[in-house]
Nanobody, 126 residues
Framework: QVQLVESGGGLVQAGDSLRLSCVASGRTFDTNAMGWFRQAPGKEREFVAAIPWSSGSPFYSDSVKGRFTMSRDRAKNTVYLQMKSLEPEDTAAYYC???????????????????WGRGTQVTVSS
């Protein structure tokens, strides 16, 4: 089992920044990637960013590329999502997810992940 706990969400104004954190515990040694997804009311959950441990290089959806940065602190078993130039369209619940080794599938899809946090709400006012 892997437990994931997100934090850092809040209410901000357009143009502001926030940093989300996701702390992993449990069998973290058995993971090979983590990602961030978000879900706005009435919409499907969408991919935001992910880091595969094999490359250590994050990649992003087009909607956040250039504004969001995902990073990892291995010693703390934590991944971060630094969000800048926030827009009202970024308003959503943000979830981190972990993929176990020997689990395959594209990191772009939520079905490829095995464990999920409960989410943290980000609200951006105009």
């Amino acid at each position: 089992q892997v437990q994931l706990v997100e934090s850092g969400g809040g209410l901000v104004q357009a143009g502001d920044s926030l940093r989300l954190s996701c702390v992993a515990s449990g069998r973290t040694f058995d993971t090979n990637a983590m990602g961030w997804f978000r879900q706005a009311p009435g919409k499907e959950r969408e991919f935001v960013a992910a880091i595969p441990w094999s490359s250590g290089s994050p990649f992003y959806s087009d909607s956040v590329k250039g504004r969001f940065t995902m990073s990892r602190d291995r010693a703390k078993n934590t991944v971060y999502l630094q969000m800048k130039s926030l827009e009202p369209e970024d308003t959503a619940a943000y979830y981190c997810a972990a993929r176990l080794t020997r689990t395959y599938g594209s990191l772009w899809y939520d079905s490829s992940y095995n464990y999920w946090g409960r989410g943290t709400q980000v609200t951006v006012s105009s």
